[in-house]
Nanobody
């Protein structure tokens, strides 16, 4: 079992920045990757960014050049730095941890709202 605690969401004007944090606990020694996903009202959950244990990263095209995923000094902590925010970035952002190849755990989500 892995528990994920997210923080850092909120309300921001377009063009502003927010930083999301996610800390994993429990069987976190088996985590092979962590990532951020988001779900806007009426839409499916989509990938935002992922980072592997080896620090390989992957980004959705819509956030490339604006968002940066990184790992913290603390074990199994991951951040999402979001710059140049747009109204279309408004969504609930979820942290996900992957154990092995395909066992996933999700956080409770944190709301990000970007006003125009």
């Amino acid at each position: 079992q892995v528990q994920l605690v997210e923080s850092g969401g909120g309300l921001m004007q377009a063009g502003g920045s927010l930083r999301l944090s996610c800390a994993a606990s429990g069987s976190d020694s088996s985590i092979t990757a962590m990532g951020w996903y988001r779900q806007a009202p009426g839409k499916q959950r989509e990938l935002v960014a992922t980072i592997t244990r080896g620090s390989n990263t992957n980004y959705a095209n819509s956030v490339k050049g604006r968002f940066t995923i990184s790992r913290g000094n603390a074990k199994n902590t991951v951040y999402l730095q979001m710059n140049s925010l747009k109204p279309e970035d408004t969504a609930v952002y979820y942290c996900r941890a992957t154990l092995g190849i395909s066992l996933h755990y999700w956080g409770q989500g944190t709301q990000v709202t970007v006003s125009s």
